[in-house]
């Protein structure tokens, strides 16, 4: 029996009638399953979905920043503004380009005082720029690095050679101009052979007295330098200058006395020939005679520079009694110059000391060879025991600043050793208060000019320190 829903096939259909109708629906099953091969995923269904896109889309990247690489890319116009840069964009040479943190993306606006403006004025938005990588190789860029080397080499080599050739057509070669000085009698000399013809023409008898002097004038500029001073020992130089303070002419024991105080300055080496030599019994011997007071001038010159720096010298000063000698230099009359500068030598001589003794307690240093000499120097109670507490102080009467000065240096540093001498003299404590009053004025007037560190400021200022000391 049949089911009265379903649809009765015609009564009429016969079985080849319905041979085409499976045949084409088979080839229709075929195709689609041929279709779902071709298009089925290597790793089916045991693929990642996730992966597989990340996959695709790493690979869409790949092949896009390929093409950007072989193609011509997009010119961006940056502004003053900051605007995001999208991928594929090419940023003109001088742009500021940053990273936004936030947003993870390349942003880009122009330098402050953009150089570039003029050259973008005529680009046409959308213009594209070459960046290919591949016009030059790395061995292009080697060649002509070489090349460039070569070619400053060259650039560098022309210009030595020109300016080789400009000093060459400046000056001239020395044997060249030996040659013509010997052709016009000229001889050029070095300073030995200068220092070696002034010597012998001032150590010979057949010199005059003029001749004589002008030869230690010019000897004196030659030993100022430290070189020819200790080449002026080499040939025995020094001690015919020495030997020409014996002179009976005055001018020649100024201008000898000269020599030797340039000679002497911060020399050591000559120092130590000149006192073997004899060079201090002879300075103090025309200090203590009668002699014009030029000479004795730089006769004193001479000693300060012997003395100075220098304590195995002053040792054989106090033994020579050269304290005594500039006692009696200062109470001359008319010799005030020399008074000052005698307290001017004492008062280095003293710091100079004290100088030595704070050095090696600076540096610990208990024994060191120049200490212990100064150590041997007894200057202070040699000047206390010859008088020049009273001395010194007695020199604040002379009317001159300077002077004023240095006798005020020099009295304080006596101060330690001439205390009770200084209580003791009623002139020292008047002069002292005349000088205050008079310093005072003169001070109010630099502070009225605006002067907040005067001359006149720093001398009150060491006179109410000896006041207050002496009170």
């Not at 072989?70 to 010119?75: A, F, G, N």
């Not at 940056?78 to 936004?100: C, D």
């Not at 460039?148 to 001239?172: C, N, T, Y």
């Not at 200057?379 to 300077?402: F, K, N, S, V, Y």
């Amino acid at each position: 029996m049949r089911s009265p829903g379903l649809p009765v096939p015609p009564q009429g259909l016969s079985l080849c009638r319905m041979a085409p109708l499976g045949l084409l629906l088979g080839l229709l099953g075929a195709s689609c399953f041929t279709f779902c091969l071709s298009h089925q995923n290597a790793e089916f269904a045991l693929t990642n979905p996730e992966k597989s896109s990340a996959r695709k889309t790493e690979r869409k990247e790949t092949a896009a920043e390929e093409e950007l690489d072989s193609e011509l890319l997009e010119v961006f116009h940056p502004t003053h503004e900051w605007q995001a840069l999208r991928p594929g964009q090419a940023v003109p040479a001088g742009s500021h380009v940053r990273l936004n943190l936030q947003t993870g993306s390349r942003e880009v606006k122009l330098q402050d005082e953009d150089t570039f403006r003029n050259t973008l004025k005529g680009s046409k938005k959308g213009k594209r720029l070459d960046i290919s990588t591949n016009t030059y190789t790395s061995q292009d860029l080697k060649s002509a690095l070489a090349k460039f080397k070569e070619g400053a080499e060259m650039e560098s080599s022309k210009e030595d050679k020109a300016r080789q050739a400009e000093v060459k057509r400046l000056f001239r070669p020395i044997e060249e101009l030996k040659k013509d000085f010997e052709e016009l009698n000229v001889v050029i000399e070095t300073d030995m052979q200068i220092m070696v013809r002034l010597i012998n023409k001032f150590n010979s008898s057949s010199s005059s007295l003029e001749e004589k002097i002008a030869a230690l004038f010019d000897l004196e500029y030659y030993v100022h330098q430290m070189d020819n001073a200790q080449d002026l020992l080499s040939f025995g130089g020094l001690q015919v200058v020495i030997n020409g303070l014996n002179s009976t002419e005055p001018l020649v024991k100024e201008y000898a006395a000269f020599v030797l105080g340039a000679a002497f300055s911060s020399n050591p080496k000559v120092q130590v020939e000149a006192i073997e030599g004899g060079a201090l019994q002879k300075l103090l011997v025309i200090l203590a005679t009668e002699q014009p007071l030029p000479a004795k001038k730089k006769v004193l010159f001479a000693l300060c520079s012997l003395l100075r720096h220098f304590p195995y010298a002053q040792q054989q000063f106090l033994k020579l009694g050269g304290l005594q000698v500039l006692r009696s230099l200062v109470q001359e009359k008319g010799t005030e110059v020399l008074a000052v500068r005698v307290v001017t030598l004492l008062y280095d001589l003293v710091t100079e000391k004290m100088f030595a003794e704070e050095e090696a307690e600076l540096t610990q240093e208990t024994s060191p060879e120049k200490l212990q000499q100064y150590r041997q120097v007894q200057l202070l109670p040699g000047l206390r025991e010859q008088g020049w507490c009273e001395i010194t102080a007695h020199l604040l009467e002379l009317p001159e600043h300077d002077a004023r000065e240095k006798v005020l240096q020099t009295l304080g540093a006596l101060l330690a050793t001439c205390r009770d001498h200084y209580h003791k003299d009623p002139q020292l404590s008047k002069m002292l208060a005349s000088l205050q009053a008079e310093y005072q004025a003169l001070a109010a007037l630099e502070l009225a000019d605006g002067e907040d560190d005067g001359y006149f400021q720093d001398l009150l200022g060491s006179v109410n320190s000896l006041l207050m000391e002496l009170r």
